[in-house]
């Protein structure tokens, strides 16, 4: 839901210049600032604080101070590693190639499809990205066991049937994120396509590059901020997706599809190593940041 | 927005084919709809598919988890789902969470905007930076933190935390967004109401909110739509099963079974997907298309 950033783009010119913002003048901020500085920032000072407690989730009365600990207890842990691993593939699978690929070849497309054809499309997928993540996880669950569709339509072709959830259930959790986040990337870079002007498409066309050649080298680079901006938000949609991946898999079996939300969620609720747990938490929040800060710079907010 | 254009170009046959235009639009586009027709018809039957289960299964009393056509249609599964402490509850907990959030991050969206918007200052810019920063960061990670905080100061499985909690996380693009909206308001109409004797304030629930009244109408649609869907934040921060609304319901109820009763399932979840759907519609159409949204990842 991070879409959308715009609104009123062109600001009207003023004939005064505004008034000094004094701290009476100021005051309307006051419920705004109050609630991100105690339900925002506090969080993360409190994240930042207590990654290096030995903080337990249970008998909570006492605890320490313990240093690198729990940095050290994770950069040391195989099962750290191997989340990290599936958050980078479930990352780059999903939304840098899946969502992002997909939702561009769906913008093109759509330009030369057919008016029902588009119209049809972009209502189922739409429809699948507005459907909450809980219910997206029970459909592709469905979808994938034992008996679930895709089986279904395995066996009717002819082939052996698959257990995804089971064998590579990351590349299950890969396959739902997509279905359910490419309509964002479809509808950003519909939106960009319609401002390219088309007489510079067609000049390239008069000057006989072919379909591809003219995508390549007249329509992407067009687009270029627009793709910035898209790679980094589905970034950190997808670095916070957790819902989808506990209700399709739980993170297993055997920790096969555990990406580091799930890692943090576990070690802090279920083995109860809440300062652990943070500190988890504090690596994904900076990794999150270093995303958010890329953004920031994409969007060139410098000049004005 | 991007449909008009789009529509012509799209019908290369139908209008004079063998002028210079048609000829200049080029070589592929012969055989070219056809194929884009085909390939888009068939990424929409991969997404049809898991869609389309959900409402067969919900009408069919024997649904299993594959797709296939009721061999009898009926409303058993939700005869049997609707009781107050399977669904109406954890509804209406649902619409009291995200409602009252809702609410309560459009009034500190709009009060922040005004100042941000109608004075200068030297701090505006890093503010505004600020905020935008926020709106990226992923909410995600500070949930065992806020765990950890909440049971300190006695808010763990209250509303008045989860509620406040909630509103914060959807106010960073709530404000950058009444911001931008109210940038667009020409400050000369505001300052006709001044000389005609009104305050700042009757001048901004006189002149400029009415003026953005669609502009956010949009955003707290979008919020309570992200809200609705959002599992993570009161999975964590309720625990008492009266307290629970759809998006954690949903996955209470059918973790506690072995065998998951897929029609039930499905009658479930589209009564819970139903108001985001309904209000996503209500939004689409207000803006004339869906593809307006998407405008706005330019910055």
Same mark, same amino acid.
């Given at each position: 839901?991070?879409?959308?950033?715009?609104?009123?783009?062109?600001?009207?010119?003023?004939?005064?210049?505004?008034?000094?913002?004094?701290?009476?003048?100021?005051?309307?901020?006051?419920?705004?600032?109050?609630?991100?500085?105690?339900?925002?920032?506090?969080?993360?000072?409190?994240?930042?604080?207590?990654?290096?407690?030995?903080?337990?989730?249970?008998?909570?009365?006492?605890?320490?101070?313990?240093?690198?600990?729990?940095?050290?207890?994770?950069?040391?842990?195989?099962?750290?590693?191997?989340?990290?691993?599936?958050?980078?593939?479930?990352?780059?699978?999903?939304?840098?190639?899946?969502?992002?690929?997909?939702?561009?070849?769906?913008?093109?497309?759509?330009?030369?499809?057919?008016?029902?054809?588009?119209?049809?499309?972009?209502?189922?997928?739409?429809?699948?990205?507005?459907?909450?993540?809980?219910?997206?996880?029970?459909?592709?669950?469905?979808?994938?066991?034992?008996?679930?569709?895709?089986?279904?339509?395995?066996?009717?072709?002819?082939?052996?049937?698959?257990?995804?959830?089971?064998?590579?259930?990351?590349?299950?959790?890969?396959?739902?994120?997509?279905?359910?986040?490419?309509?964002?990337?479809?509808?950003?870079?519909?939106?960009?396509?319609?401002?390219?002007?088309?007489?510079?498409?067609?000049?390239?066309?008069?000057?006989?590059?072919?379909?591809?050649?003219?995508?390549?080298?007249?329509?992407?680079?067009?687009?270029?901020?627009?793709?910035?901006?898209?790679?980094?938000?589905?970034?950190?949609?997808?670095?916070?997706?957790?819902?989808?991946?506990?209700?399709?898999?739980?993170?297993?079996?055997?920790?096969?599809?555990?990406?580091?939300?799930?890692?943090?969620?576990?070690?802090?609720?279920?083995?109860?190593?809440?300062?652990?747990?943070?500190?988890?938490?504090?690596?994904?929040?900076?990794?999150?940041?270093?995303?958010?800060?890329?953004?920031?710079?994409?969007?060139?907010?410098?000049?004005? | 927005?991007?449909?008009?254009?789009?529509?012509?170009? *799209?019908?290369?046959?139908?209008?004079?084919?063998?002028?210079?235009?048609?000829?200049?639009?080029?070589?592929?586009? =012969?055989?070219?709809?056809?194929?884009?027709?085909?390939?888009?018809?068939?990424?929409?039957?991969?997404?049809?598919?898991?869609?389309?289960?959900?409402?067969?299964?919900?009408?069919?009393? *024997?649904?299993?988890?594959?797709?296939?056509?009721?061999?009898?249609?009926?409303?058993?599964?939700?005869?049997?789902?609707?009781? =107050?402490?399977?669904?109406?509850?954890?509804?209406?907990?649902?619409?009291?969470?995200?409602?009252?959030?809702?609410?309560?991050?459009?009034?500190?969206?709009?009060?922040?905007?005004?100042?941000?918007?109608?004075?200068?200052?030297?701090?505006?810019?890093?503010?505004?930076?600020?905020?935008?920063?926020?709106?990226?960061?992923?909410?995600?990670?500070?949930?065992?933190?806020?765990?950890?905080?909440?049971?300190?100061?006695?808010?763990?499985?209250?509303?008045?935390?989860?509620?406040?909690?909630?509103?914060?996380?959807?106010?960073?693009?709530?404000?950058?967004?009444?911001?931008?909206?109210?940038?667009?308001?020409?400050?000369?109409? =505001?300052?006709?109401?001044?000389?005609?004797?009104?305050?700042?304030?009757?001048?901004?629930?006189?002149?400029?909110?009415?003026?953005?009244?669609?502009?956010?109408?949009?955003?707290?649609?979008?919020?309570?739509?992200?809200?609705?869907?959002?599992?993570?934040?009161?999975?964590?921060?309720?625990?008492?099963?009266?307290?629970?609304?759809?998006?954690?319901?949903?996955?209470?109820?059918?973790?506690?079974?072995?065998?998951?009763?897929?029609?039930?399932?499905?009658?479930?979840?589209?009564?819970? *997907?139903?108001?985001?759907?309904?209000?996503?519609?209500?939004?689409?159409?207000?803006?004339?298309?869906?593809?307006?949204?998407?405008?706005?990842?330019?910055?």
């Amino acid at each position: 839901m991070t879409s959308v950033v715009t609104a009123g783009a062109g600001r009207p010119a003023r004939r005064h210049d505004p008034a000094a913002l004094t701290p009476m003048r100021g005051l309307p901020l006051a419920p705004a600032v109050a609630l991100l500085a105690v339900f925002l920032l506090g969080p993360i000072l409190y994240c930042i604080w207590s990654a290096f407690t030995d903080m337990a989730l249970t008998g909570a009365s006492g605890y320490h101070f313990v240093g690198f600990a729990n940095f050290t207890q994770a950069f040391t842990s195989a099962e750290f590693g191997q989340s990290v691993l599936y958050t980078l593939f479930f990352t780059v699978v999903s939304a840098i190639i899946g969502q992002n690929v997909l939702g561009m070849a769906l913008a093109l497309l759509m330009r030369a499809g057919n008016r029902v054809v588009r119209a049809l499309v972009s209502t189922v997928v739409i429809g699948a990205w507005v459907v909450p993540e809980v219910v997206a996880g029970y459909l592709w669950s469905a979808f994938f066991g034992t008996d679930g569709s895709l089986n279904h339509l395995l066996g009717l072709v002819g082939l052996a049937p698959q257990n995804l959830l089971y064998t590579t259930p990351i590349l299950a959790v890969s396959i739902a994120n997509i279905w359910r986040g490419t309509a964002f990337s479809m509808l950003v870079y519909s939106a960009a396509l319609s401002e390219v002007p088309k007489d510079i498409e067609e000049a390239a066309v008069v000057d006989g590059a072919g379909t591809w050649r003219k995508l390549v080298s007249i329509t992407l680079p067009m687009l270029r901020r627009s793709i910035a901006t898209n790679l980094m938000l589905i970034t950190l949609q997808t670095l916070s997706v957790f819902g989808l991946i506990w209700t399709m898999t739980k993170g297993g079996p055997s920790n096969k599809s555990t990406t580091l939300p799930l890692y943090a969620y576990q070690q802090a609720f279920q083995f109860s190593q809440l300062g652990y747990g943070t500190a988890l938490a504090l690596l994904l929040l900076l990794v999150g940041g270093v995303f958010s800060l890329i953004y920031l710079r994409t969007l060139r907010l410098g000049e004005s | 927005m991007s449909a008009a254009p789009a529509v012509q170009a *799209s019908r290369p046959g139908a209008a004079g084919a063998g002028t210079a235009v048609a000829s200049r639009r080029g070589r592929g586009r =012969e055989r070219g709809p056809g194929l884009v027709n085909a390939a888009l018809l068939f990424v929409a039957l991969c997404y049809l598919v898991p869609l389309l289960w959900l409402v067969l299964a919900a009408f069919d009393p *024997s649904a299993g988890p594959s797709l296939s056509w009721p061999a009898r249609w009926s409303v058993d599964n939700f005869r049997a789902i609707l009781t =107050e402490d399977i669904t109406f509850r954890p509804m209406l907990n649902g619409l009291v969470l995200c409602g009252v959030s809702t609410v309560l991050t459009m009034v500190c969206a709009v009060l922040a905007a005004y100042p941000l918007s109608r004075y200068r200052s030297r701090l505006k810019r890093p503010f505004l930076l600020t905020v935008l920063f926020m709106t990226g960061l992923p909410i995600t990670a500070i949930m065992v933190p806020v765990y950890g905080m909440f049971v300190q100061v006695n808010l763990i499985d209250t509303y008045f935390g989860t509620i406040l909690f909630m509103a914060t996380t959807a106010l960073p693009i709530a404000i950058w967004l009444a911001k931008n909206f109210m940038d667009s308001v020409p400050a000369e109409l =505001e300052e006709a109401a001044w000389t005609d004797g009104a305050s700042r304030a009757q001048g901004l629930r006189r002149v400029v909110l009415p003026l953005m009244w669609p502009g956010l109408a949009v955003v707290a649609l979008y919020t309570f739509i992200g809200l609705w869907g959002n599992f993570f934040v009161p999975f964590v921060l309720l625990l008492s099963n009266d307290n629970l609304p759809a998006s954690v319901g949903i996955y209470t109820f059918f973790a506690q079974y072995a065998q998951v009763v897929y029609g039930q399932l499905a009658a479930y979840s589209l009564l819970y *997907s139903l108001p985001a759907v309904l209000l996503y519609l209500a939004l689409s159409r207000r803006l004339g298309g869906a593809f307006t949204f998407g405008g706005g990842v330019k910055g």
